[in-house]
């Protein structure tokens, strides 16, 4: 429709609140837009401390050490000792540390979070938690697995605490495994901590599976046990994960996959990264004999561990 004569502006009729809400909205989008970036670098700093907070680890070993005390003092004492250290040892070599480590990251600016040098002291710390976690948790939670009682209610207690802990050390120990060597990323971060998540889950559902088939089963044949380190790891699990599962120590782990290296059924380079190879045998070439792996260790990084030494030592003395 065209209109005879245009309309005078004078005749529309303008209501200045809705004009003021209009710019109000408009400076606040501003606003909000020009703090996108700060807010960014903030979540990044929260999931930054959410890597490194392990207190509810230290909620569920209290609570499991509570339940020893209290049910199982007479009949169980060695296990409710082995519990006592072990969370005596998670505060001191645990909580204390990560504390500190978390103060330090609030206290700095964005962009020291971002500096190569401080990437470095996360990877440090990953790999020093990383190996704290599995030597304070294997034990005490391969023996607790042995803990019965005619208690019902105790029981369940028990069983569900040291699933719901055991399913913390697994996420915690996958995603400090994958974070070892990469530099700390939200990304990455986030789609680690799924998967660790998804991992915990399917090691509850493996072990449930496994106890239905062994209750079917009469008279089960058991594997020798680094055959089944070695199917596991035909499988895609890495040796960590492997650890983990099996309730053993990594060098233990690494003892099995050793076998099975030197008989040519696994390469080294498929168990410890090249990187990591190359840095032990220049280190072997530096120490002194007299010295053994120590000095060996010494001329290594904080990331490779005696177990790792072992491994390419063993390794190297199949080598024609």
Known sequence: MILSSPIMQKAIINDTRVDNYIVHQQKEAQV????????????????LLELFDFKPLLYKEEY???????????????????????????????IAVSDKWRSMILAV???ALHADDFMQRVKKSVAYFFNTLQQLFVKPLD???????????????LEDTYTELR???????????????????????LKERQNAQLAALDNQSDKKKTAKKEKK??????????????????????????????NLTLNTIYSH???????????????????????????????KPEDGKTGIKELCPPDISYSDITLVLNAMNTEP
Not at 33 to 46: D, F, G, N, Q
């Open 167 to 189: 399913q913390l050390l697994i996420a915690h120990c996958y995603i400090l495994d994958k974070l070892m060597t990469e530099d700390f990323d939200v990304k990455l971060y």
């Open 32 to 47: 909000s837009i020009s703090k996108l970036p700060v807010l960014k670098e903030e979540y990044y700093r929260s999931l």
């Open 109 to 111: 600016s964005i962009e």
């Open 143 to 157: 023996v607790t697995k042995q803990v019965k009682s005619k208690n019902k209610e105790v029981m369940k207690r």
């Open 64 to 94: 499991l050490c509570r339940l020893m005390t209290e049910y199982f003092a007479h009949s169980y004492n060695d296990v409710m000792q082995l519990h006592k250290e072990v969370l005596d040892s998670l505060k001191k070599e645990v």
């Open 217 to 246: 089963q009469e008279k089960p044949v058991k594997e020798k046990t680094w055959v089944v380190t070695y199917k596991l790891f035909k499988e895609g699990l890495m040796p960590q994960e492997i650890a983990i599962r099996r």
């Open 257 to 287: 996959l050793s076998r099975y290296i030197e008989s040519g059924d696994i390469r080294l380079e498929e168990v410890i990264e090249t990187e990591k190879i190359n840095t032990i045998r220049r280190a072997i070439k530096l120490s």
